[in-house]
């Protein structure tokens, strides 16, 4: 069974940084996984944020216009890590950030991988 573990969130002020990781049990291919972070908002459902292909497809990112140019996805594929490195944050920032298997919001839900969450709040 896959296990996710998500760490790296805390209260921070706007404008802060944050990385996000999310490591994953031994016997998950993580290497050869498309892998992304997905978020909870409060008073929202769940949002897509960024996703990273496998090794063999060349570790493309892509990255929901929100975050675009403040976060960056990025992996350790020796450690079964998954980073989010997120810079310049807002407000509307904070949620529960969930790292799972699959490229979309769908595939990552339909994947049932994702992990306990780690709380990131941006307030001063």
């Known amino acids: 069974q896959v296990q996710l573990v998500e760490s790296g969130g805390g209260l921070v002020q706007p404008g802060g940084s944050l990385r996000l990781s999310c490591t994953a049990s031994?016997?998950?291919?993580?290497?050869?996984?498309?892998m992304s972070w997905v978020r909870q908002v409060p008073g929202k459902g769940l949002e897509w944020v960024s996703s990273?292909?496998?090794?063999?497809?060349?570790?493309?990112?892509t990255t929901a216009d929100s975050v675009k140019g403040r976060f960056t996805i990025f992996r350790d594929n020796a450690k079964n890590t998954l980073y989010l490195q997120m810079n310049s944050l807002k407000p509307e920032d904070t949620g529960v950030y969930y790292c799972?298997?699959?490229?979309?919001?769908?595939?990552?839900?339909?994947?049932?991988?994702r992990g306990q969450g780690t709380q990131v709040t941006v307030s001063s």
């Open positions: 799972a298997k699959g490229e979309s919001l769908i595939a990552t839900m339909a994947s049932g991988t």
């Open positions: 031994a016997g998950f291919t993580f290497s050869r996984e498309i």
């Open positions: 990273i292909t496998d090794l063999n497809s060349g570790s493309r990112r």
